[in-house]
């Protein structure tokens, strides 16, 4: 605590501000936004060192080094690859400088910290994650539950009386019906775009 108050009052601790969109094209990480397949920002965090930024697609991070080195690498989260969990927001005592936003995206753990006086554009950034952890969550037990019914079916196919000369015939039909319907069911679920979801809770 005191190393981090330390931090702060010597002013080198690295505290993110929130780019307005007005500004997203003068940040490193907008060079990075796929926007030829219709890709776009929703929120972004800039520190001394790094960049944060949340597309409708993925989580795109520009990781520094240091405040003081000008070599950056790119790390890029897809939602489709890369489960977002464990969201939290821990807001500003009265000694702190600012607040933090935490979360899992895939095994890579975030913890952002920005100036206590945009909590409140933050706090949207918070809704949305948690909304996207939800509905990831809630589509992997659909998803599971679909599968899950394919096997059984397939299953009761196969301890069945069905006469043999029929047996292939009948077992090639539920093979074709359950990819057509896994790839259905997949479609649904299985979500590559929250723009909607951002869409929903940032007010910027």
């Not at 003068?26 to 930024?53: G, P, Q, R, S």
């Not at 520094?64 to 989260?77: F, H, M, Q």
């Not at 069905?162 to 077992?171: E, N, P, V």
Request: aromatic fraction near 10%; charge should be negative; include cysteine.
């Amino acid at each position: 605590m005191f190393k981090k108050m330390a931090a702060d009052a010597l002013g080198i601790s690295d505290i993110g501000t929130i780019i307005q969109p007005v500004d997203y094209d003068k940040t490193d990480a907008d060079d990075y936004v796929m926007h030829e397949d219709n890709e776009k920002i929703y929120f972004l965090i800039k520190t001394k060192a790094d960049e944060y930024c949340f597309t409708n697609l993925a989580i795109i991070h520009v990781d520094g080094e240091s405040a003081i080195s000008s070599k950056r690498t790119l790390k890029r989260y897809p939602y489709a690859q890369y489960k977002i969990s464990d969201v939290f927001l821990e807001t500003a005592g009265k000694i702190d400088m600012d607040v933090e936003i935490k979360f899992t995206i895939g095994k890579e753990k975030m913890d952002i910290d920005v100036r206590k006086d945009q909590i409140e554009q933050l706090k949207d950034l918070y809704k949305s994650l948690l909304r996207i952890s939800e509905i990831t969550h809630e589509n992997d037990i659909h998803l599971e539950m679909g599968s899950t019914s394919l096997d059984k079916a397939v299953l009761v196919l196969q301890n069945s009386r069905t006469d043999d000369s029929k047996l292939a015939d009948t077992f090639r039909e539920l093979t074709d019906f359950g990819f057509t319907w896994l790839s259905s069911v997949r479609e649904q679920y299985h979500v590559k775009d929250f723009g909607d979801v951002y869409e929903k809770y940032i007010n910027n």
